[in-house]
């Protein structure tokens, strides 16, 4: 039996962290962008004696990442927790495919598009009493558990422009979105549709890394607090990349080089900042042109993860 999932990528403009006992309630408020490229999870289950095997492909991907292997069985062992009577694990044979179109530890959402795919194909192969935002609630728990992520299982499941209003998993956070930037289904002119999302990623930076820093954490809370209330009080993208812009400045998590991409990809397009947190510069563009080499070009996804 097989299931696939496909959970977009999903890049953070500015975040502030909200923490609490509860894991489906801890996370971040925040705004960013959902790609319609990211994470295309094949999962098949038959009888065996418990083993799990993952693999990671992709032309971005690379070798095989540690990223993958945790937060993909740390997904599936919270499964395991929950439903430790009703499903017979240590018959099952376990066989993952995740296939990646983006750069991992890059400020794309990977490790939550892994987390989402294997839960979402996981309990629908084995028919769990699960509704689709709870079992993307325990993506969102693994995530949290492993500090590699605060919201990217809300934004991928949302879609579009999401903006996180509390913190949280599907089904206990809130979140809505941006209008501005959305498909026109009246117009059949595919190419006429929606806006492109710009991106070059010049390496990686390890989320927990930054999430352990107390330090850093404050300055982000700090920073961050207001931005979400002037997002809303003026809710179009262009605002939404001011103030991501601002907010990687004032934080001082963007770095000289990323910020040189910025700069071009700022005066070409409707807006420009860093992926959160990525070596990333990310622009939202009403066109797929760019003066910068090398760098991957995708389209808004509204529609958010689904299952294929």
Not at 209 to 232: E, I, Y
Request: aromatic residues 4%; negative net charge.
């Amino acid at each position: 039996m097989q299931s696939v999932v496909f959970a977009p990528s999903h890049i953070t403009g500015f975040f502030e962290i909200i923490d609490h006992p509860n894991p489906l309630i801890r996370g971040s408020r925040g705004a960013g962008v959902v790609l319609d490229q990211g994470v295309t999870t094949r999962l098949n289950i038959s009888e065996g004696s418990g083993e799990t095997i993952i693999k990671t492909s992709g032309k971005l991907s690379g070798q095989k990442h540690p990223l993958e292997d945790s937060v993909t069985y740390k997904t599936i062992d919270l499964l395991r927790q929950k439903f430790p009577k009703e499903i017979k694990w240590d018959d099952l044979k376990i066989n993952i495919q995740h296939e990646t179109q983006v750069p991992i530890e890059a400020g794309f959402g990977v490790s939550a598009g892994f987390a989402l795919g294997t839960a979402l194909a996981l309990s629908k192969l084995l028919k769990l009493p699960l509704t689709f935002n709870q079992a993307a609630a325990v993506a969102h728990h693994a995530e949290v558990e492993l500090k590699t992520g605060m919201g990217d299982v809300m934004g991928a499941v949302v879609g579009g422009f999401p903006i996180r209003l509390e913190p949280g998993a599907p089904g206990y956070g809130k979140a809505d979105k941006i209008l501005s930037g959305t498909k026109n289904n009246d117009n059949n002119n595919e190419e006429e549709n929606g806006l492109f999302v710009i991106s070059k990623s010049l390496g990686t930076i390890e989320t927990s890394s930054v999430l352990r820093d107390p330090a850093m954490t404050s300055k982000v809370n700090t920073v961050a607090h207001h931005l979400l209330g002037k997002l809303l009080s003026n809710p179009h993208v262009t605002h939404f990349m001011d103030l991501s812009l601002n907010f990687s400045q004032e934080t001082g998590l963007i770095d000289p080089e990323v910020m040189e991409i910025v700069e071009v990809l700022k005066d070409e397009t409707m807006g420009a900042s860093m992926a959160m947190l990525g070596k990333t510069a990310f622009a939202i563009s009403e066109t797929p042109d760019s003066s910068v080499e090398g760098t991957m070009v995708a389209r808004v996804d509204d529609c958010g993860c689904r299952i294929e």
